[in-house]
């Protein structure tokens, strides 16, 4: 009978001839088995899960199940690095046991069907933990050597801390596979003890052998070395001198100490050994460190108000808000100096390339301060941010603890870039990491694991940025203050470019001789017609492009002109990429302008209607979310409400279907702004008449008709005026965000604020 409660699964499969990997172990192996690395080859990724299935008999190169273990173990993939001549070097981290079912190896790739074996609860009884604990106790005194790859720690259950000493105990595979094979934990840790009676027997007779062999072993050698203090020479100095460096680098007692036990114990490894390696790159870590460097901070707000105006154009709320937030710092500093930056930390929100990043570097620069970044987009292992413990092959410190190295001070300045965009999974939340780091009562101390002792980063000021302000995780969110930037409007990404980018891309192509000038129509000319976005990096893009068609002309056109006009930009930039406009079009029944937002800027969305031969059914297509399909679903009910006053048959569905499209189908489209839209758009594609093609709307329907205020209006405006629209639709509710528009928008906008559908309806229908 089978179980109903039993997970099998089938998985790619790699049998492996001399190692058994536990549940909890990490471990790197090269592959290079035909079968093995086609099975990677079948597109396995870092972040996959294989089973690793140890041979009995490590001579088979095509193992049949027979010759296979009946317990293995399910793996993560953690790295995969292709070698030369199709070998792979795989790191792989055992996640659980798992029971071999049937073992399918198809020729050219090996799977498994697999029952994966939990974890039993682990026995309450103590006088198992103690007959463990002494056992592994009396093992790491044989091999002071693992006292370092074997961290246990002591929450870690019975269980997994039995397999975690088996991963490291020396022994052969089938001593190994034999605690593997146990899934209870009272047999496991039986067979372990036993393993480790062995171990401490052949020590035992290892000592008497070593006693007569003492040049042979290196290990007794050096101890010899030192017990006679006959170290080399060289050796003997280097040491020396590094305690003489470690004692003056200021680290702190705790560091200190840590550091001065790490050379002890380096002096007792061969030099060339892979131990000392580790141990002197740690050394070399804690060295390297700004334990007591700091950068003089000169905290002069005329002097920071002067960089920021010369390195950006415009932005002036934002210039003026983050200079009350300097003037904020500087009181707190001048009442208690070197004392911990308190208060809230500055979130610069906004779409791409509006210069959030540009403007911490100017805020480093007006406080003289090193400018690191560090980039959080995609970070999902808390790792990143704190270090891997020196336990793990090839572990290094996290990021934040690398660029203070790279900075060389206790005090630059770090951004942490788009914080609103860092994942979680099962390796951690680096966002909880991140509120450790960034929150003064716990920063002073800040732990990285590699390290691991405290490092104080009260003196770093932090900035950061994001994209989207609500997918930025809530504890964070309430430590920030926030600062938004919207995107630029046409003059400004003019005047942007005019003093800004020209310049500083006429300086990057060595170009500032030869009299270049951009007229003002071709720069707008470039923004309308060669790029599509809420900052200016396209733009920026665009000009080097132009600079480097014009270097090539100066050296080979004579005369050479320098001035770029809108009329020459087809030949320099290749035809106009963006001048297709929704605006510009006849006017269509069913089609409809709507605003959208999106976490780069604002966006015009065009929605299409039609009316096809069916019955009652409403198709949706264009990759529509749950609300926005809900609000079709809306739109449609409402219209049907009033069939009557729109003059339509009171059946008018029953031989009819309606599709409804959203262009653009690649682009997820979701929220409820787009309720008024939806119904213009099944409005006018019922009774035939056209919607005026130059007005755009924005707007969420209720059932009643009422219209109801939207968010990120502001952007939406923004884009619509950028793509030449001049009449828009809003919720009247919206009305107190229209003062945020730049007057240059206002002044050129006639919008329309309604309160219920009956008012879009008129506004929208193209008068016949
Ligand atoms: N107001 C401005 N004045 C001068 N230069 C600007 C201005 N805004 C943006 N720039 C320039 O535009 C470029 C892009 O800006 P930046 O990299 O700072 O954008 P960002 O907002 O950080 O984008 P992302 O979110 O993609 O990191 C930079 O070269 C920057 O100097």
């Given at each position: ?51 690793l ?23 993560l ?33 090996v799977q498994a ?21 002494s ?23 019975l ?19 034999a ?8 047999p496991?840790?039986?067979?372990l ?13 290892e ?28 050796r003997k ?5 590094l ?20 050379v ?40 920071a ?9 415009g ?12 003037a ?48 959080l ?15 793990y ?84 969110d309430?430590r ?27 300086d ?8 270049i ?78 605003l ?22 409403l ?11 809900e ?91 950028r ?12 009305a ?33």
């Amino acid at each position: 009978m089978t179980n109903p409660l039993r997970k099998t699964i089938t998985l790619p499969a790699i049998p492996i001839r001399d190692m058994v990997l536990f549940p909890g172990a990490r471990v790197p192996f090269m592959v290079g088995r035909r079968a093995s690395v086609k099975t990677l080859e079948l597109g396995i990724k870092v972040g996959d899960h294989l089973l690793l299935l140890t041979q009995r008999n490590p001579k088979e190169d095509q193992p049949k199940q027979e010759s296979i273990h009946a317990v293995g173990t399910l793996a993560l993939v953690e790295s995969l690095i292709p070698l030369p001549r199709d070998y792979y070097k795989v790191g792989v981290k055992g996640v659980a046991r798992v029971r071999l079912e049937r073992y399918l190896d198809e020729g050219d790739v090996v799977q498994a069907e697999v029952e994966i074996l939990a974890e039993p609860a682990a026995p309450g009884e103590s006088a198992l933990q103690e007959a463990f604990g002494s056992a592994v106790e009396g093992f790491l005194q044989r091999n002071p050597e693992l006292a370092r790859t074997l961290s246990l720690d002591p929450s870690l259950p019975l269980g997994q801390a039995v397999d975690a000493v088996a991963a490291v105990m020396p022994g052969d595979v089938r001593e190994k596979q034999a605690v593997l094979d146990q899934l209870e934990i009272e047999p496991r840790l039986h067979t372990l003890l036993k393993l480790l009676e062995a171990d401490a027997a052949s020590h035992q007779a290892e000592g008497r052998e070593d006693a007569q062999n003492l040049e042979k072993d290196h290990k007794a050698f050096v101890l010899g070395e030192k017990m006679r203090g006959v170290l080399p020479e060289g050796r003997k100095d280097e040491l020396a001198q590094l305690r003489e460096r470690i004692l003056k680098a200021g680290m702190g007692e705790e560091a200190e100490g840590k550091a001065l036990e790490e050379v002890d114990r380096l002096e007792g490894m061969p030099p060339q050994s892979a131990e000392a390696t580790v141990s002197r790159t740690y050394i070399d870590w804690l060295l390297a460190l700004p334990w007591t460097k700091l950068a003089e901070d000169h905290l002069d707000l005329e002097e920071a108000e002067r960089i920021l105006d010369e390195d950006h154009a415009g932005l002036e709320k934002v210039k003026a808000r983050i200079l009350e937030y300097l003037a904020v710092m500087r009181r707190l500093r001048d009442q208690a100096a070197g004392a911990p930056l308190r208060g809230p930390i500055l979130c610069l929100v906004g779409p791409p390339g509006v210069g959030k990043t540009s403007l911490a570097r100017s805020i480093a620069r007006a406080l003289n301060r090193p400018f690191l970044r560090f980039s959080l987009g995609g970070v999902r292992d808390e790792a990143e941010i704190r270090g891997h413990r020196r336990t793990y092959i090839g572990s290094m410190p996290g990021r934040i603890i690398s660029l203070l190295k790279k900075g060389g001070v206790r005090n630059p300045l770090m951004l942490l870039d788009e914080i609103d965009k860092m994942g979680s999974d099962w390796r951690g939340d680096p966002s909880s990491a991140l509120l450790e780091v960034l929150d003064p009562e716990q920063n002073q101390t800040f732990q990285d694991h590699y390290l691991d002792v405290g490092f104080d980063l009260s003196q770093v000021l932090f900035l950061t940025t994001a994209n989207v302000r609500h997918q930025i995780p809530q504890p964070l969110d309430d430590r920030l203050e926030v600062i938004e930037l919207s995107s630029y409007t046409l003059g400004e990404k003019r005047a942007i470019a005019q003093a800004h980018l020209v310049p500083k891309a006429l300086d990057r192509h060595g170009m500032t001789g030869l009299g270049i000038v951009f007229e003002d129509r071709a720069l707008e000319w470039i923004i309308q017609a060669y790029t599509k976005e809420a900052g200016v990096r396209q733009l920026e893009r665009e000009i080097s492009a132009v600079l480097r068609k014009l270097a090539r002309l100066s050296l080979q056109a004579d005369p050479f002109d320098p001035v770029v006009t809108a009329e020459r930009l087809p030949r320099l930039l290749g035809p106009e990429r963006f001048l297709e406009s929704p605006l510009g079009g006849q006017p269509a029944p069913g089609v409809v302008n709507g605003l959208a937002w999106t976490p780069t800027g604002g966006d015009l969305l065009t929605i299409e209607a039609a009316r096809l031969p069916g019955k009652g059914v409403l198709k949706l297509t264009g990759k529509l979310g749950e609300v926005m399909q809900e609000s079709a679903n809306l739109a449609l009910s409402f219209v049907r409400m009033r069939a009557d006053s729109l003059g339509l048959a009171p059946d008018f569905l029953e031989k009819t279907d309606l599709h409804v499209h959203l262009p653009e189908g690649a682009i997820p489209k979701d929220g409820p702004s787009a309720g008024i839209t939806l119904a213009m758009a099944l409005i006018s594609a019922l009774t035939g008449t056209p919607v005026r093609a130059d007005v755009a709307m924005t707007g969420e329907l209720t059932l009643r008709g009422m219209v109801l205020p939207i968010g990120g209006l502001k952007e939406k405006l923004l884009a619509a005026h950028r793509m030449g629209c001049r009449t828009v639709i809003i919720p009247a509710d919206n009305a107190r965000h229209l003062e945020e528009l730049p007057e240059e928008v206002r002044r050129d906008l006639t919008v329309h604020l309604v309160k219920t559908m009956d008012e879009v309806i008129p506004l929208a229908l193209v008068r016949t």
